[in-house]
């Protein structure tokens, strides 16, 4: 079947609130050979968006302008590049923008089938943050089974991703988290303790429920001042991953600590990665827990879908941070 010229996208017409997503109609994406067009049936929404929106996150010069990071639907044309993939298939995949919208095209390499019993929410919530996670605290911080792990913002998306993983890996897990319920929610997806950050001193009983061993790895979305905090409870050889700047993009840092316990600090986003460095993440993530996702012991939380036209009221719902796992656009 042909498909259409024109279909519906979010646009943002200005940097602003959410009330400057806007449907609109645009030309249907062209598909490289390397590419899959996917007729999208639901779309994640993520904290990078909402950046984009505000003119705070510079679109990458040869990425699709229109916002959405992530995707899944069904395969409706395919490249001569584009490895087995065939249409009819499912796909979830990580998109270099453009997700906001009725089509997408896809590297075909950053794409994964759907796991076995997810619906298209379900794998709409893997490739932003599942990926992301998966290069930080396997790929980069080399997280091992028994190793303690410590993650901020626990209830979110990326903080479920990670907790997920984490257990899955055999690692002991520690979250933080923004209220009593949230912290509940943690436990509830697999941590082995929830912080509320709010009301407690986080650095002080992590490191507590450690038995003063210190964290191995920390995930850290929040930056400023948690550096610091985190450096000090660390373990030797204990690795720190930075992802985002919630907190701050600045930090006063004694390295004392940093160099005489090996302690490591790095740092990374995924949409400046390379397509092969994509790729790789996606395909590492399919070896080391596509079972896992197949038999539903990893699996995201969907807290709540709105219709793709009604993308600004996802992303008021995304910035009043009242969320729990992740929102998602359904498409169609």
Wanted: charged share 20%; net charge negative.
């Amino acid at each position: 079947m042909s498909q259409p010229t024109e279909m519906t996208a979010i646009d943002i017409k200005e940097p602003g609130g959410p009330e400057v997503l806007v449907p609109v109609t645009v030309p249907l994406p062209t598909c490289k050979a390397d590419e899959i067009l996917v007729k999208n049936e639901a779309v994640g929404v993520n904290r990078p968006d909402v950046a984009q929106r505000t003119g705070h996150y510079p679109v990458p010069a040869d990425a699709n302008p229109l916002p959405g990071l992530e995707i899944a639907g069904e395969v409706v044309a395919v490249g001569e590049d584009a490895g087995d993939w065939k249409v009819g298939d499912k796909a979830m995949g990580l998109t270099h923008g453009g997700a906001y919208a009725e089509y997408t095209a896809v590297h075909h390499s950053h794409c994964l089938p759907w796991p076995k019993g997810f619906d298209a929410n379900m794998a709409a919530a893997i490739p932003e943050n599942f990926y992301t996670v998966y290069y930080n605290v396997f790929m980069r911080a080399d997280l091992k089974a028994g190793e303690y792990f410590l993650v901020h913002g626990g209830s979110s998306g990326i903080g479920l991703a990670a907790i997920q993983l984490a257990k899955a890996k055999g690692a002991i897990v520690i979250a933080t988290a923004g209220s009593a319920e949230k912290c509940q929610f943690c436990l509830d997806q697999g941590a082995d303790k929830a912080i509320n950050y709010k009301d407690e001193d986080w650095a002080e009983m992590a490191k507590d429920f450690t038995d003063s061993h210190g964290i191995d790895v920390a995930l850290d979305m929040v930056c400023g001042p948690y550096v610091q905090q985190e450096i000090n409870i660390m373990a030797r050889d204990g690795r720190i991953a930075l992802i985002a700047f919630l907190g701050g993009n600045s930090a006063e840092i004694n390295f004392g600590r940093v160099l005489r316990d090996r302690i490591t600090i790095s740092g990374s986003t995924l949409r400046p990665q390379t397509n092969e460095e994509k790729a790789l993440i996606a395909s590492n993530l399919q070896r080391d827990f596509g079972s896992q996702m197949d038999e539903g012991k990893v699996q995201p939380y969907i807290y709540k879908t709105f219709p793709l036209e009604q993308a600004s009221d996802a992303h008021t719902l995304m910035e009043s941070s009242a969320h729990m796992g992740k929102i998602i656009l359904t498409v169609g």
